[in-house]
């Protein structure tokens, strides 16, 4: 090893896939497996591919709030972690940079609220990805908007 390298940087990167689909899943795995945020909160992924992602959560009692409804930060982090595996779905390393969320109904003791997220555009560094939260009936809870900005490096391999 050089002089001010890194023991990290001595590791060969793994192999990556060169099809979209499977880079996206390899990608959200090793994502998920460093979110303990994510996972404290219950959160599954349901489905990735490359510009979209959908998350479920179950509501459970402790994210209740005093009128006895999923507080609106437990369905703001789901559609946020939704939001951050679908713009890193290419492995370029990506943040959010500002988001937005209208809640439109509550979610209940129970419930199954999932979050899917689509690209709505992607141009250079930035993107824009719509989120919509329903329960499981299909009722809409919220609706999301998160802009991001790609950073340097990778999710996977860096």
Known sequence: MMAGQSSSAAVAAPDLPENPQELAELTAKV???NDPASQALGLAIEHVAPGEARMSMTVRRD???GHQ???GGFIFAL???TFAFACNS????TVASGCTIDYLAPGYEGDILTADAKEYSLAGRTGVYDVQVTNQD???IAIFR???YRIKGQVVGD
Do not use: E, I, Q, V
């Open 69 to 71: 409804t999923c507080h």
């Open 79 to 81: 559609a946020d972690s």
């Open 138 to 140: 299909g009722k809409r």
């Open 31 to 33: 994502m998920f497996d």
């Open 90 to 93: 290419r492995n370029a390393a």
């Open 146 to 148: 998160g802009r991001s």
């Open 63 to 65: 994210m209740l709030n």
